[in-house]
């Protein structure tokens, strides 16, 4: 039997109905390889202790309820550490929030509990969710359990880093540009950011609030969707939340047209990657699906789109720890020196870079030039992508240019570590729904390194990256 913390969810929730495993049993061989592994990887800032009435209470529930139980009652999760968990510190990985504790649930969070979730610990990121390689957090490097000698990608790499190592069953993420899907496809994992708009912000660190969402990362495409049903939804507390009956069933049985923007993947993209991609397409093709080529020319503009409307959001949510209203505390000899020395020594220095970048995109005779202009861009890629939906129904590329990197070979390039989202941020910029899901491997110094293929479907269409992944996970 495979141990139970190497368990899918779909197989953990399964062993637990047949009584294989007890939800006891589930939890402490979780945490049994968490307290083991995580002062090596640092995946988790925290791990909870064992709450032990939600886990009767679990219990007791799949007894009496059996299949008609939630399928994530009684299963271990991890959250990253800009989800606020009642009683529970969430600091985003920063030294300003280091000592905050949440004074309520998430929504997403309130919905796990009433599915009886349980949740294991908190997980390391890039502070503040600015980052793809974790290597920004105020509390040390998450190490890629793959290869330690790399970066488990960001800014949810921590989450990725549990689930990848089993120190969890899945794990949840935010995703601004890519913070789920990129760390996904570096540690092997399907990783998913929801349709903007159908899982509630609420209770989340904002980073860029026209950007982000949370959602799953998993051990595989049902596991995400399950977690995906289980948070979505309309919630009076989060506005920009779709209406649940807004949501288009669709049908997952049907052959998908998928589009190559090939022009997109001729720079930068590792040429062994690239044929790991093809090598894929080919697999789904002979599924049935069909590949055709298709130009969205706006989307070179993109990531610098996204790296100006991104820290201009950034600045103003962050304008509120100033450590008087929130956050770490300290006194100058002037009211302006409380100011600067509060966030000076609270946040780190890509958050400062990018307060600094907002600050300036919005100021008053440059925000036409840049802010206005990148939301422009953002109008007209939405538009060129709902015009490709009218022929295909997902959008293809790699998830990244390259497999997981070395630590230390970005961070002293901001542009290029910005450069790991050249793919991922085009769904947040247009709100759409995009998988991650894991396509086979490339090598890098003698080791095999995982690498994601990912699509993007239109609003709400996550149905259909279900019914694709799925393909492709069966031909991986
Ligand atoms: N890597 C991107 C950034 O640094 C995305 C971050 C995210 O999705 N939270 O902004």
Redesign the pocket.
């Known amino acids: 039997m495979t141990k139970p913390n190497e368990m899918t969810i779909v197989e953990a929730a399964r062993a637990l109905r047949a009584r294989e495993i007890s939800v006891r049993e589930l939890w402490d061989a979780c945490a049994a390889v968490a307290a083991k592994r995580n002062p090596e990887l640092n995946a988790y800032l925290e791990l909870f202790p064992a709450d032990e009435a939600a886990i009767s209470t679990a219990q007791k529930r799949i007894d009496s309820e059996g299949n008609a139980a939630p399928m994530l009652c009684g299963i271990p999760l991890a959250m990253k550490d800009n989800i606020l968990i009642e009683g529970k510190i969430a600091s985003a990985a920063s030294k300003m929030l280091e000592n905050y504790r949440a004074t309520y649930d998430a929504t997403v969070v309130t919905k796990l509990k009433d599915a009886g979730a349980l949740f294991l610990g908190r997980t390391n990121m890039?502070e503040f969710?600015?980052?793809?390689s974790t290597e920004h957090s105020a509390f040390g490097k998450t190490l890629n359990p793959i290869d330690t000698a790399r970066v488990p990608g960001?800014?949810s790499g921590g989450s990725a880093a549990a689930v990848a190592a089993h120190l969890c069953v899945a794990a949840l993420g935010?995703?601004?540009?890519?913070?789920?899907r990129?760390p996904a496809a570096l540690c092997g994992l399907v990783g998913l950011k929801p349709t903007y708009g159908a899982v509630s912000r609420s209770g989340l660190i904002a980073?860029g609030s026209s950007l982000d969402q949370a959602g799953p990362l998993a051990k595989c495409v049902d596991d995400a969707r399950i977690i995906f049903e289980t948070i979505r939804g309309r919630d009076p507390l989060d506005s920009t939340t779709l209406s649940d009956d807004l949501y288009p069933a669709r049908d997952v049985s049907e052959k998908v047209r998928i589009g190559i923007p090939r022009h997109l993947l001729t720079q930068g993209v590792d040429a062994d990657l690239l044929v790991t991609f093809d090598a894929m397409l080919k697999k789904i093709e002979a599924e049935g699906h069909s590949v055709v080529d298709i130009e969205l020319p706006t989307s070179s503009y993109a990531l610098a789109a996204y790296y100006i409307v991104?820290p201009a959001e950034v600045s103003t949510n962050l304008a509120r720890l100033d450590g008087m209203r929130y956050g770490y505390s300290v006194r100058g000899e002037t009211l302006l020196e409380d100011y600067v020395r509060a966030r000076t020594e609270g946040f780190g220095a890509e958050t400062r870079r990018r307060i600094l970048l907002g600050t300036f995109v919005l100021s008053s005779g440059y925000i036409d030039a840049y802010y206005h202009k990148a939301e422009a861009a953002r109008a007209v890629l939405r538009k060129e992508y709902d015009k490709a939906f009218e022929n295909v129904d997902v959008i293809a590329f790699p998830t990244t240019p390259s497999p997981a990197f070395k630590f230390g070979e970005k961070t002293d390039d901001p542009v290029a570590?910005?450069l790991?989202?050249v793919f991922?941020?085009t769904a947040?910029l247009t709100g759409m729904p995009a998988l991650s899901v894991p396509m086979g491997q490339v090598k890098r110094e003698g080791k095999q390194l995982p690498v994601g293929i990912h699509f993007t479907a239109p609003h709400q269409a996550e149905n259909v990256l279900f019914s694709i992944g799925k393909a492709v996970e069966g031909s991986e």
Do not use: F, R, W
């Open positions: 890039d969710a600015m980052g793809s960001g800014s935010t995703d601004t540009g890519g913070s789920i990129q980073m991104m570590m910005y790991e989202d991922t941020i947040n």
